[in-house]
C-alpha cells in the first residue's frame, strides 16, 4: 500500500535542476517529518532533506547548498528543488513522512533521477 504519491523524476545533464514532490493522503495528518531519502544499488537508503512540524530543516552533507527542501502543510505536500545536479545525485529518490503520536512511517513509491555527466 503506497501512501505518498511522488512525481517529478527524470533524467538531466549535470548542472541542470529537477523538482520532485510529494503528496500525503489528506487523511495522513500530523505529519512530523517529511522529506526524502534516496538509494543507489550498492547502498544503504540515506536522508537527502527533511522538513520536520516545527519548520526545521535538515539536509545531508552533500546536498545543502544545492537542494532547498520547501513544505505546504495545507496540502499536505513537499518538494525538493534540485539545483546544480551532479552525477553522484544519481539515484532511485523515495519521499518519506513519519507523524507524531503515531509509530508507522510511510514512503512513496520511489521516483528515478539520473544525472549524465
Known amino acids: 500500500q503506497v501512501q505518498l504519491v511522488e512525481s517529478g523524476g527524470g533524467s538531466v545533464q549535470a548542472g541542470g535542476s529537477l523538482t520532485l514532490s510529494c503528496a500525503a493522503p489528506?487523511?495522513?495528518?500530523?505529519?512530523?517529518?517529511f522529506g526524502w531519502f534516496r538509494q543507489t544499488p550498492g547502498s544503504q537508503r540515506e536522508m537527502v532533506a527533511v522538513?520536520?512540524?516545527?519548520?526545521?530543516?535538515n539536509y545531508a552533507d552533500s546536498v545543502k547548498g544545492r537542494f532547498t527542501i520547501s513544505r505546504d502543510f495545507t496540502e499536505n505536500t513537499v518538494t525538493l528543488q534540485m539545483d546544480s545536479l551532479q552525477p553522484g545525485d544519481t539515484a532511485v529518490y523515495y519521499c518519506?513522512?513519519?507523524?507524531?503520536?503515531?509509530?508507522?512511517?510511510?514512503w512513496g513509491q520511489g521516483t528515478q533521477v539520473t544525472v549524465s555527466a
Open positions: 518519506y513522512a513519519s507523524r507524531w503520536h503515531y509509530p508507522d512511517v510511510y
Open positions: 489528506r487523511s495522513l495528518f500530523s505529519i512530523n517529518e
Open positions: 522538513y520536520n512540524s516545527g519548520g526545521m530543516t
